[in-house]
């Protein structure tokens, strides 16, 4: 009975994050409720706060779940035996790109992340995550593009620092322009091209050597 009971909340707390999903993607982070959260997973407000101290808590059990888009690049290429680190790095953006076209779930989350999420004085252990997983991710494309170095995919001189943050920049900034203009091109349909794109940049780039600033 107890193993049921503890299956019974996980189903619960699922259930919960699903509806926090819908309800950030339909009004935004700041002008949804715990009450309509409840409403919408079909439980009640105390059983939101059996597992959630407050909204919060929920988005970060959310993003946690779903991963932002830089975390699914941080796993490409650290591997020391990859023998080939910067071809799993590029196969990993134009995937990235592909699965936020073509996930529902996926693009909600990346709508919540750059358009609904305001970090406000109450969303302030949020921001300070958020600041934080972003920096693990920008370390670990660090790790990544030292690995495709030491195969000889990438220059030795590589600022690895700026390259990474170059890197990170190029997949935020394109998935934040293609999520208030999808009209203007289909971004699953020009994955590869992008991809190719930001790994032609870090292989031909000379602005990014070190000492070039």
């Known amino acids: 009975m107890a193993r049921r009971t503890k299956q019974e909340a996980q189903e619960t707390r699922t259930q919960i994050i699903d509806a926090a999903e819908l309800c950030f993607f339909k009004k935004g982070v700041s002008h949804t409720s715990l009450a309509e959260i409840a409403k919408t997973a079909g439980v009640t407000r105390g059983a939101i706060y059996w597992h959630f101290e407050n909204k919060g808590e929920v988005l970060d059990a959310l993003l946690l779940r779903a991963k932002t888009p830089i975390q699914h690049l941080d796993e490409a290429s650290r591997a020391d035996d990859e023998p080939d680190p910067l071809g799993r790095l590029q196969t990993m953006v134009a995937e990235v790109f592909r699965q936020a076209e073509r996930d529902p779930s996926t693009r909600r989350i990346n709508e919540i ?101």
């Open 113 to 213: 992340i750059f358009h609904k999420c305001e970090y406000t004085d109450q969303m302030c252990d949020l921001r300070e995550h958020m600041r934080q997983l972003r920096l693990q991710s920008d370390l670990k494309l660090e790790t990544a593009l030292r690995n495709a170095i030491s195969k000889g995919q990438l220059p030795p001189q590589l600022d690895v620092l700026i390259a990474a943050r170059c890197l990170h920049a190029f997949v935020a900034g394109m998935l934040d322009l293609w999520l208030l203009r999808p009209e203007d091109f289909s971004l699953s349909e020009r994955a590869d091209q992008l991809a190719s794109a930001v790994i032609d940049m870090l292989k031909n780039g000379t602005a990014l050597s070190a000492g070039s600033a």
